[in-house]
């Protein structure tokens, strides 16, 4: 299942916000369609929206009337602000602009036709290696985990936060393939209840044993001696290991600690972002007060009630076991581990 792609010179996505009701493809041919498909969550999870960055800036590319290199490359940096303004956390979003301008710039490519050609390959190589990079997580995460296990995951990090595959469901998968007999609690994750809409539903199509569980409910099976291992996403991590993750992360790291279990964060490169020395300098989007006072359409709080909601949190590094990237298992220290992985990604192309 791809979350994303380009077809015919379009984008064409999942449209998350109807799962698991609806799987209903979307299609745009303007980058600003795929802004608002951003900012609105069609597309989430940091390396999806990565990819849906990339493609948008190809479709700026491709419509735009430019006729000088100069003229398409200021359309493109148009373009790249108006993407850049929808999702302030996800570290991919920021990493795919840069990629695909710093190919835009390329003193090799000398018109406008060859310029436009090269973005469009760009966006399709950054969404194939997305999918590569999360194969190569689920084999070194799937070490990780034992026969018979029992897994506990928060918001959605699988194949529809990524291009395919997923991050922290990436591991799951491999151990399942593997003959592991595990089972995995899933948050319902509020308030826009990505654990319920579409790690359940992924889950459920690979036939991957689960139970979906209420938010506040992770400490009590934690407690209980229920689960071995914890595994999630990252939207941005800093370079001394601060993690910014969907909200709730922070609690559960703090309750994984306190009850002595792992708790690792699968992170793939262009989620890290070496330019922040720790999560304190990481913006935190804050999102529309309506996904806290509704659920599903309806309202569920008083009219006129003040909210705050905060889209995400920091965990401190040292809540971390260990960090699953495509180049390995990261163990603390882990400044120098994250350095290293992002210097592997440079020589072979890919992380800024
Ligand atoms: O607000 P979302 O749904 O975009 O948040 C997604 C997450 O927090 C994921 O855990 C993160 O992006 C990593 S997913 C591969």
């Not at 997305?130 to 799937?142: F, P, Q, Y």
């Not at 006072?293 to 965990?315: E, K, L, S």
């Amino acid at each position: 299942m791809r979350s994303i792609e380009w077809k015919d010179g379009r984008v064409r996505m999942i449209d998350q916000r109807r799962l698991p009701h609806e799987y209903v493809m979307v299609e745009f041919d303007d980058y600003r369609g795929v802004a608002q498909a951003i900012q609105e969550m069609y597309i989430r999870g940091a390396p999806a929206i990565g990819a849906a960055a990339g493609y948008g800036l190809a479709l700026a590319a491709a419509r735009s009337g430019a006729k000088t290199r100069e003229a398409l490359l200021s359309d493109l940096e148009e373009a790249a602000e108006t993407l850049r303004r929808t999702r302030p956390t996800a570290s991919n979003l920021f990493w795919a602009l840069e990629r695909m301008l710093r190919k835009a710039r390329d003193e090799g490519l000398e018109d406008v036709g060859q310029i436009q050609e090269a973005l469009v390959a760009e966006a399709v190589a950054i969404a194939f290696e997305d999918v590569e990079i999360n194969k190569r997580m689920g084999e070194h995460g799937a070490g990780l985990i034992s026969d018979g296990d029992k897994i506990l995951t928060h918001c959605n990090a699988g194949a529809l936060a990524t291009v395919d595959y997923g991050t922290a469901l990436a591991p799951i998968r491999v151990a399942h393939t593997q003959g592991k007999r595990i089972h995995v609690y899933v948050d319902e994750t509020r308030p826009r209840l990505q654990g319920a809409r579409l790690t359940a539903w992924e889950l459920m199509r690979e036939g991957i044993p689960l139970t979906l569980i209420a938010d506040n409910a992770a400490g009590y099976f934690i407690q209980a001696g229920k689960v071995d291992i914890i595994l999630v996403g990252a939207d941005r991590m800093a370079a001394n290991g601060d993690v910014a993750n969907k909200i709730g992360t922070y609690q559960l790291a703090v309750i994984a600690k306190e009850n002595g279990v792992p708790f690792y964060a699968v992170v793939p490169t262009p989620t890290i972002d070496l330019s922040l020395p720790s999560g304190a300098q990481i913006p935190i989007e804050e999102r529309d007060a309506s996904e806290v006072t509704h659920i599903g359409g309806q309202r569920i709080a008083p009219q006129g009630v003040p909210v705050a909601n905060p889209a995400f949190d920091i965990t401190p590094y040292r809540y971390l076991t260990a960090i699953i990237t495509e180049h390995g298992v990261i163990h603390p220290p882990l400044e120098e581990g994250l350095r290293k992985a992002v210097q592997a990604s440079r020589m072979v192309g890919g992380a800024s």
